[in-house]
T-cell receptor
Framework: DVKVTQSSRYLVKRTGEKVFLECVQD?????MFWYRQDPGLGLRLIYF???????EKGDIPEGYSVSREKKERFSLILESASTNQTSMYLC?????????????FGPGTRLTVL | AQKVTQAQTEISVVEKEDVTLDCVYE???????LFWYKQPPSGELVFLIR??????QNEISGRYSWNFQKSTSSFNFTITASQVVDSAVYFC???????????FGAGTRLTVKP
């Protein structure tokens, strides 16, 4: 079974803090993704990575950066957290070279920025 | 541009009733994939099914069935004899060839009452 883990289930931070969200997958998948989930909006792609040290912007990259130093680990960074970044953050991974492969998700991190 | 519409925001049924969750999509691609995911209260998105655009056969898996109709751009999901454990948010998603093509609907919250 594919296993995607995220470092925290719940996180509370203050405005202006630097926030790191960590994601690890154990299936040697090439691709990893970060989404945010907001009520009524579904999931929106922030960034994805198709290889170590490679990254591409998704639909809503503003205010975020990512890091992928090892194949199994993909980090989402909020350089200076703001209240409008309060959301549920979901990490996913997939095996293949295209978007047609199934993405497998972690349990999510619910981030609150005060 | 790709788009997925789940018009039903919330559905409430009584246990053992059948329920259908609607999904309508828009795409200009001739090759694409459709997905359904389940998000129980724990938060993790659980993969249910992946279907490519060339396979219009309906699929049944236990109490779950999916009806794919290209003529109406729909990929509806039916749960037969619903159970309380089916209570969750269900997402329909559409993906094209590229890794950043995945588009999710807003989700349908299903509540099954005992």
């Amino acid at each position: 079974d594919v296993k995607v883990t995220q470092s925290s289930r719940y996180l509370v931070k203050r405005t202006g803090e630097k926030v790191f969200l960590e994601c690890v997958q154990d299936m040697d998948h090439e691709n990893m993704f970060w989404y945010r989930q907001d009520p009524g909006l579904g999931l929106r792609l922030i960034y994805f990575s198709y290889d170590v040290k490679m990254k591409e912007k998704g639909d809503i990259p503003e205010g975020y950066s990512v890091s992928r130093e090892k194949k199994e680990r993909f980090s989402l960074i909020l350089e200076s957290a703001s209240t409008n970044q309060t959301s549920m953050y979901l990490c996913a991974s997939s095996a293949g070279e295209t978007g047609t492969d199934t993405q497998y998700f972690g349990p999510g991190t619910r981030l609150t920025v005060l | 541009a790709q788009k997925v519409t789940q018009a039903q925001t919330e559905i409430s049924v009584v246990e053992k009733e059948d329920v259908t969750l609607d999904c309508v999509y828009e795409t200009r691609d001739t090759t694409y994939y459709l997905f359904w995911y389940k998000q129980p209260p724990s938060g993790e998105l659980v993969f249910l099914i992946r279907r490519n655009s060339f396979d219009e056969q309906n699929e049944i898996s236990g109490r779950y069935s999916w009806n794919f109709q290209k003529s109406t751009s729909s990929f509806n999901f039916t749960i037969t004899a619903s159970q309380v454990v089916d209570s969750a948010v269900y997402f329909c998603a559409l993906s094209g060839f590229n890794n950043n093509d995945m588009r999710f609907g807003a989700g349908t919250r299903l509540t099954v009452k005992p």
